[in-house]
């Protein structure tokens, strides 16, 4: 317990965990076409975890963001792995094409994140329910 207490705790803001999740997913979309001539599984196993951080990471006030701002990162990251050629229409037919096929992982991240992000927001809901019943008592009136 006390090493996962140690782990960066960052809260970002929507706009902020959609850049963190739209610029990692480039990179690692880059580095999957360098490192292993874009292959889908790599990058679908790279995407799960990033899911997962980008929900953990999110502000409170912002969760309703996280499954949204994923698949958002996913399509940017599989530009590098698409392979289009024959300008902006061919490099668009690459992505829509592999967005279809890789629907499964595109699907299991938004999964990873909306699960987080609903265990999240329960948890909140119970902190307040709480603190409301044991602070709301004491009125003035």
């Known amino acids: 317990m006390?090493?996962?207490?140690?782990?960066?705790?960052?809260?970002?803001?929507?706009?902020?965990?959609?850049?963190?999740?739209?610029a990692t997913m480039l990179a690692l979309g880059?580095?999957?076409q360098l490192l292993?001539?874009?292959?889908?599984?790599v990058?679908?196993?790279?995407?799960l975890p990033v899911s997962a951080l980008t929900a953990l990471w999110v502000r409170?006030?912002?969760?309703?963001?996280?499954p949204i701002i994923v698949p958002i990162a996913f399509t940017v990251g599989i530009v590098p792995i698409s392979g289009g050629s024959g300008g902006f229409g061919g490099q668009t037919m690459a992505v829509v094409t592999a967005l279809?096929?890789?629907?499964?992982?595109?699907?299991?991240?938004?999964?990873v994140a909306g699960v987080i992000t609903c265990v999240r927001k329960l948890r909140t809901m119970g902190r307040r329910q709480r603190r409301g019943r044991t602070g709301g008592s004491g009125r003035r009136g």
Not at 3 to 20: D, E, H, K, Q, S
Not at 36 to 41: E, H, K, R, T, V
Not at 43 to 47: I, N
Not at 101 to 110: E, F, K, P, R, S
Request: no cysteine.
């Open 2 to 22: 006390q090493a996962l207490r140690r782990l960066p705790n960052p809260r970002l803001t929507g706009l902020g965990a959609g850049l963190f999740g739209a």
């Open 30 to 32: 880059s580095l999957d």
């Open 36 to 41: 292993f001539n874009g292959s889908a599984i």
């Open 43 to 47: 990058y679908g196993l790279l995407f």
């Open 60 to 66: 409170e006030a912002d969760l309703v963001i996280a």
């Open 100 to 111: 279809a096929v890789h629907a499964g992982w595109l699907y299991g991240g938004t999964l």
